[in-house]
């Protein structure tokens, strides 16, 4: 169904970080804002997804923002490289979403929501780092390789998970010995994200705790708060709720601060 | 969300947060209808990987159990839930528990009336007494052994011997169940267990879709035990007599065991035996009997209501079904398929040694039934995707490839109905040595289709 050389040949036509968006990255972790900001407002796309991004209600602007300086001083500098980060992973996304019932806005609208309550947890945590802040981006990038391998197998995946309870990455690993979150982490290696933000979200798959404690705790909260987003309606309707298995014992021992942190 | 659908228990299993803004879009009608019309005649909720619900999530849920019980007749509820769950639930519905609660899956499929593994040891607590006595008769009906424990003392002493007990029961609690009669396998033979006084109701108690499925997948006996029914009326009297007339089209012998007639018109009795109705006074004066068996029919399950042939129509498909088989398998095992060879004529097993093999009927626009015989090693390593590991045990590998072979029969139901062709799949049955299909199949002419998987060789046969 789905082979090794499946995968490699995904991830090969995988594209290397565009230029300006290599340039910009590499001006925000310099610190400079305003120059990342003069030369991000040459990708127009970009321009148009950062005004996409923050005009979302989860953002809370009365007026429009669409000028780049100025969304750039809003999201601060680990903001701005986070959803620049976002963004580059929006580029895998498909035009046409097969097997989730997603669509570009959609998509967006849970980048959003995982990158500013994402912020609040780190909050909460006294964590305050660019890097593992950006490490929530690289969360989707799951979503759309399942999305990029699975789609053209719908039917076999439908008649299989209506006999046994299999999610993606578990029959990933079956057939082919990789998990969705291997496959991330080659994304992460090929667009220079750093080891940090890579050891994070493997290990917020649930099936692979990490032995470095404070990575291992982010990835707990990593764990639950997609299984939060991917409980809300949107995202239950477009059939994500079970595309990964929920660890539930995972994450027990954070969940009442979790409560706390959203507000449950 | 689609229902995952074993020993016919439609089960949902949400993840993460149930509240009352979500929960309708986990599960709707029209999820419950997909299940029921696969004949689940269980449908639950998985808590399992709920890590929270508040009561207006659930209500969503609750509110669509009560619409399909009424429609249905089936059980519905919760399970795979902790203690802390359990209690919750409890406190919510306090006054109104119109569901059941099952602590496990496996403890909701002891009360399925198709749990095919039935004679299970349950040690059994609930400090609800008429709870306790209502599950302790369910167990017993369905053909368990429950052990019943007067005190929570008793109860967690008897817990510690684990191995003494093939399931243990707690923290669960039996809303209405379900009313449909109790089914069990033995053998070739399909018991069913009726009780009480039998009336109208038993046309919808019974299930009918079940019963000829198993015509269909070549079961000659079926047996009535009756030990527990009271009396019976003319209703009752006139479906047991239809459904023997329709047995006796297939050649099969419909039984009942430990009827008492002291409460019943002598004339009924009369009526049943001119339809056909052989009766016993008890079970083991038949299971125990191996003539009587195969008098019976019991030995030889061939289905042979009629002298089928192959005909041009179902022919014409199998490319299709071949496909479709193929393309499972090599899914399942992610090999490459190779055609060797295709014969019409009966089925021709060369090495019969380290095989077991499946079957599938499908009836409706087109009638047919498709078997697969598998080397044991492709079984195992098709199995290993669902199971998750490779495993010798081979009542397990038979189980994973009945549902392997469900996948190929849905394939076959949707490639027909793409061509305008409307069939339902019967139950998978399987064969664990070759000898016990040919008994099936011996005489029947059908297409035999060669496979090579990785050098492994596979066969395909398809016939009426």
């Given at each position: ?264 | ?211 000829n499925n198993s015509l269909n997948v070549g079961f ?83 289905n042979?209501k009629?002298?089928r ?49 499946s079957s599938i009927g499908f009836y409706g626009?087109v009638d047919g039934m498709i078997i ?33 072979v469900?996948?190929v029969g849905?394939?076959i139901k ?9 069939v339902n799949i019967t139950l998978p049955r ?10 099936v199949i ?20 398809l016939t009426k």
């Amino acid at each position: 169904m789905i082979t090794n050389k499946i995968i490699d040949d995904f991830i090969d036509k995988i594209p290397p970080k565009p230029d300006i968006l290599q340039a910009t990255v590499k001006i925000l972790n310099d610190g400079n804002l305003a120059k990342a900001a003069k030369v991000a407002e040459e990708d127009l796309a970009l321009k148009a997804y950062l005004c996409n991004l923050v005009n979302k209600p989860i953002y809370g602007f009365k007026n429009e923002v669409c000028d780049i300086g100025q969304i750039f001083g809003i999201l601060s500098l680990s903001g701005s490289q986070q959803t620049v980060y976002n963004y580059m992973l929006s580029l895998l996304c498909p035009k046409k979403w097969e097997l989730f019932n997603l669509n570009e806005n959609s998509f967006y609208e849970l980048q959003a929501n995982l990158s500013l309550h994402w912020k609040k947890i780190l909050d909460f945590l006294n964590i305050n780092d660019k890097d593992i802040e950006s490490a929530i981006t690289l969360l989707p990038a799951s979503i759309i390789v399942t999305e990029a391998l699975f789609s053209t197998k719908k039917e076999d995946v439908k008649l299989l998970r209506s006999v046994n309870s299999l999610d993606y990455n578990t029959i990933l690993i079956r057939l082919c010995n990789t998990s969705l979150f291997d496959i991330c982490n080659k994304i992460a290696t090929k667009w220079d994200m750093s080891e940090q933000i890579q050891q994070i979200v493997y290990a917020s798959s649930g099936i692979n705790p990490s032995k470095d404690k404070q990575i291992n705790s982010l990835a707990k909260w990593m764990h639950l708060l997609l299984f939060y987003e991917l409980s809300q309606p949107t995202f239950v309707e477009a059939q994500l709720n079970d595309f990964i298995d929920f660890q539930l014992e995972y994450v027990q021992d954070i969940y009442e601060d979790f409560t706390k942190v959203m507000e449950l | 969300m689609r229902a995952i659908l074993k020993d016919a228990i439609g089960l949902f299993a949400p993840q993460g947060f149930l509240d009352g803004n979500n929960s309708a879009f986990f599960l709707n009608d029209e999820d419950i209808k997909i299940a029921t019309d696969l004949n689940a005649d269980m449908i639950l909720v998985s808590l399992k990987k709920v890590i929270f619900f508040n009561k207006n999530g659930l209500d969503v849920f609750v509110k669509l159990f009560l619409e399909v019980k009424k429609k249905k007749n089936i059980t519905v509820g919760f399970c795979d839930y902790d203690n802390k769950k359990f209690t919750t639930i409890l406190k919510f519905y306090s006054d109104e528990m119109n569901f059941s609660l099952f602590k496990s899956y496996s403890i909701a499929s002891l009360f399925s009336s198709s749990f095919k593994n039935k004679n299970k040891n349950v040690l059994l607590y609930s400090d609800d007494k008429s709870q306790k006595t209502a599950m302790a008769i369910e167990l017993h009906d369905f053909g368990h052994n429950p052990i019943v424990c007067q005190t929570l003392e008793e109860f967690k002493e008897k817990s510690l011997n684990n191995g003494a007990y093939d399931d243990i029961i707690n923290d669960t609690f039996i809303g209405q169940v379900g009313q449909k009669i109790a089914t069990r396998v033995s053998g070739n033979a399909v018991i069913y267990s009726v009780s009480l006084f039998l009336d109208t109701e038993i046309s919808n108690a019974f299930n009918i879709v079940y019963h000829n499925n198993s015509l269909n997948v070549g079961f000659r006996l079926f047996i009535f035990d009756a030990c527990k029914v009271i009396s019976m009326n003319i209703h009752a009297l006139n479906f047991f007599s239809k459904l023997s007339s329709s047995a006796a089209e297939y050649s099969a012998t419909i039984c009942f065991t430990g009827l008492d007639f002291t409460k019943i018109p002598v004339s009924f009795k009369e009526t049943m035996e001119d339809s056909g109705i052989l009766f016993y006074e008890k079970m083991d004066d038949i299971l125990l009997n191996k003539e009587l068996l195969k008098e019976l029919g019991a030995s030889c399950a061939a289905n042979i209501k009629s002298k089928r042939v192959l005909n041009k129509d179902i022919v014409s498909k199998l490319p299709s079904f071949v496909e479709a088989t193929v393309a499972t398998i090599e899914m399942m095992t992610n090999s490459k398929a190779k055609k060797e060879a295709i014969q019409i004529n009966k089925i021709e097993i060369r090495e019969k040694d380290n095989k077991i093999a499946s079957s599938i009927g499908f009836y409706g626009d087109v009638d047919g039934m498709i078997i697969l015989v598998f080397p044991t090693k492709i079984a195992k390593k098709a199995c290993e995707l669902l199971i998750g590991e490779s495993t010798d045990d081979a009542e397990l590998i038979l189980d994973t490839l009945a549902e392997l072979v469900n996948i190929v029969g849905g394939k076959i139901k949707s490639l027909l109905g793409d061509h305008g062709s409307r069939v339902n799949i019967t139950l998978p049955r399987t064969y664990n040595n070759i000898d016990d299909l040919l008994e099936v199949i011996e005489d029947k002419k059908g297409v035999q289709v060669d496979l090579i998987f990785d050098d492994d060789k596979f066969l395909f046969f398809l016939t009426k």
